[in-house]
């Protein structure tokens, strides 16, 4: 069974930083790809950033909101994916979910909660 454990969400100051980590209960590699997803209150979920596996291996998109500030790593011993977060603004406030594709399926992590304040 996939397991997604997601940590490093928090409060901070509009123009900070966080970094999320997602570790995996089995290898990365076993996923076409791993991302990042948040839900802000009222809102839809939405895809932050993701990063591909397989002969794409390594590439990676970002939404628009947030490209230039967010950046999606991985480091294969660990089993993890990373999303660091870089001059945050409260419209990054949500809940930031981890996601893992394996074929057709979605893997999803329980979530975390990042909170800017202005």
């Known amino acids: 069974q996939v397991q997604l454990v997601e940590s490093g969400g928090g409060l901070v100051q509009a123009g900070g930083s966080l970094r999320l980590s997602c570790a995996t209960s089995g290898s990365i590699f076993s996923f076409t790809s791993m991302g990042w997803y948040r839900q802000a209150p009222g809102k839809q979920r939405e895809l932050v950033a993701r990063i591909l596996n397989g002969v794409s291996g390594g590439l990676t998109n970002y939404a628009d909101s947030v490209k230039g500030r967010f950046t999606i790593s991985r480091d294969n011993a660990k089993n993890t994916v990373y999303l660091q977060m870089s001059s945050l603004k409260p419209e990054d406030t949500a809940v930031y979910y981890c996601?893992?594709?394996?074929?057709?399926?979605?893997?999803w992590g329980q979530g975390t909660q990042v909170t800017v304040s202005s």
């Open positions: 996601n893992a594709l394996k074929g057709f399926v979605d893997y």
